[in-house]
């Protein structure tokens, strides 16, 4: 998926991989965008650091990858970028976007459902909606794989994972900035939802969560 034409960082953007520091030369809006970020409160089962971001999607970016972990087992990884081009992007309809990773493992009788890639990227959706959030020029995909294992491996069981890719263009506030603190918290209610963590409030019948199972950390 194609997040963004391909466009050189001019540095400003860059931030220390250990620190999740953005430099001071970096436009308001997104310094505040970021520190947005920075102050959300997630779920406990939510592990979340800075890391460090593409460098050729736009002239300000900035990253976060998590991990869902229950019992001291992964259950999903994830991983979402913020871009900014203060001169705006065609493609994106406006200045900021964001781009997301999304993946853990399945049961088998999970990742056999035809309707599994539809509902996944429903939860997307829902978890937007669900904090009232708008967003413009949605786009993704939603993969699924299985692994069979044979020779020295043949006394693993097969696997299967489910990958969801996505980016979308969030609506600006005052300022330029856009809500990038809750559009982290719903992309984590995304994430747990994936890992098949129960919900953190009150949910209607439609909601179809995986049940738990480990997952596979991010390389």
């Known amino acids: ?108 009788e999970m990742a056999a459902d035809p309707l599994l890639p539809e509902v996944c990227w429903s939860w997307l959706t829902g978890a937007l909606q669900a904090r009232g959030l708008s967003c413009g020029e949605p786009s993704g995909t939603v993969t699924r794989a299985g692994s069979h294992y044979f020779g020295g491996l043949a006394e693993r069981p097969p696997a299967s994972q489910i990958e969801i890719r996505a980016s979308w263009t969030p609506r600006e506030g005052a300022g330029g900035v856009p809500d990038a603190g809750a559009h982290l918290a719903a992309w984590c209610d995304l994430l747990c939802q994936v890992a098949g963590l129960p919900p953190a409030g009150p949910v209607d019948g439609s909601v179809v969560t995986l049940p738990q199972r480990r997952g596979p950390r991010l390389s």
């Open 1 to 108: 998926m194609a997040a963004a034409q391909g466009q050189r960082s001019d540095g400003a953007g860059e931030m220390d991989g250990a620190q999740g520091t953005v430099a001071d030369t970096a436009p308001p809006p997104f310094r505040a965008a970021v520190d947005a970020l920075r102050e959300t409160r997630l779920r406990p089962q939510v592990e979340i650091d800075p890391t460090r971001p593409p460098q050729r999607l736009a002239p300000f970016a900035y990253a976060l990858e998590a991990a869902v972990v229950d019992e001291d087992e992964d259950l999903a990884d994830g991983r979402l970028v913020l871009l900014h081009d203060p001169a705006g992007h065609e493609a994106w309809k406006g200045t900021f976007r964001l781009v997301t990773l999304v993946r853990a493992e399945l049961e088998p």
